[in-house]
């Protein structure tokens, strides 16, 4: 039990203090009842020895009451701490052009987002936060544990998402790297991408920054081997005008993949279809965590109302009580 208006203490003690000197004071000055004789004296006698004492005992209860109420007693919840497991991550995905390709079904970007709300679903104690990329890479979804809000951003994306088309690998990292930079627990990225670095910053470099700051990052290449063949949205196959040969998305850098794990201290994958995928994102999700203090605030009920109903009732009862008396005397 706590009180909530605890500045109200001295001035309620003080105002309890007058009612209680006030009520003593009236019951000494009044004790003494002049009748008219003494008939009417033995025939109330009995009941002002049962009753004299019970208004102002019941008035002094009242005041009590009521300025425990005042004060506003409040039940609490005890406050606790708790060790939990937990890490903050980053889904970083590629939704460039090449992400149409139809090598995972209906499409490498549709798969992916399958996998990723999967993934996000299966969290338990774990802030989650995504970044998409292309040709420029921008924050869709801060940190949370909101599940729900993030898998509705998920929904969100499609290929037009990122209106400039490429592949800004280097961005994408620092843009993942601004949002972990504040978090004192253990900080990962996983960059999903399905192309090569063509534009922005060095992936190497930005990969070094991430580094510098904690945060491991995992890299997967998205697309079967020797690259998915280019066909429009009906799977229409798309070939070159010069020499005739069917035209292929290019497969992801490896090379430039595994060094940004690697100078992380993470690890590369490679995804060539849906299943693949998924058991890299599961496979990811068994890192090791940290422990994470977190505190469960205090919860307070208000109590004070029955107070307040008690005492005003204990009022009630007592006047009742002195107007009872007063009549039997008259009587």
Not at 41 to 58: C, G, I
Not at 171 to 188: D, F, P, Q
Request: proline letters at 3%; a positive charge; glycine letters at 6%.
């Amino acid at each position: 039990m706590r009180f909530a208006n605890m500045e109200y203490l001295w001035p309620a003690v003080a105002a309890a203090v007058i009612m209680l000197a006030a009520v003593v004071w009236r019951s000494l000055k009044y004790r003494r009842v002049n009748y008219s004789n003494f008939a009417a004296l033995k025939k109330t006698r009995h009941s002002l020895n049962l009753f004299y004492w019970m208004p102002d005992a019941l008035k002094v209860a009242a005041v009590i009451l009521l300025i425990i109420g005042l004060l506003r007693p409040q039940s609490v919840r005890k406050e606790t701490q708790e060790k939990i497991k937990g890490i903050d991550i980053i889904l970083a995905l590629d939704l460039s052009g090449s992400m149409q390709a139809q090598d995972l079904k209906p499409n490498r970007a549709e798969a992916a987002k399958k996998v990723l709300k999967e993934f996000v679903s299966k969290l338990a104690t774990d802030r989650v936060g995504l970044v998409v990329f292309a040709g420029k890479a921008f924050s869709q979804c801060p940190l949370t544990i909101d599940y729900e809000i993030v898998n509705s951003f998920i929904d969100q994306m499609d290929l037009k998402t990122v209106r400039i088309d490429g592949t800004n690998i280097g961005e994408a990292i620092l843009t993942g790297i601004n949002r972990l930079e504040a978090s004192t627990g253990t900080k990962v990225m996983i960059l999903a991408t399905d192309g090569r670095a063509n534009t922005g910053t060095n992936p190497v470099e930005s990969a070094k920054i991430a580094a510098y700051k904690n945060i491991k990052i995992y890299t997967i290449g998205i697309g079967k081997k020797g690259g998915a063949p280019r066909t429009d949205e009906y799977g229409r196959q798309f070939y070159d005008r010069f020499s005739g040969q069917p035209l292929t998305w290019e497969e992801p850098d490896e090379d430039v993949l595994t060094q940004v794990a690697g100078v992380t201290g993470g690890r590369y994958f490679r995804a060539t279809n849906e299943s693949s995928l998924r058991q890299i994102y599961d496979i990811i999700a068994k890192l090791e965590k940290q422990d994470i203090q977190v505190k469960t605030y205090n919860r307070y009920e208000d109590k004070f109302v029955i107070f307040l109903w008690i005492g005003v009732a204990l009022l009630l009862l007592a006047v009742g009580l002195e107007a009872w008396k007063f009549l039997r005397v008259l009587g």
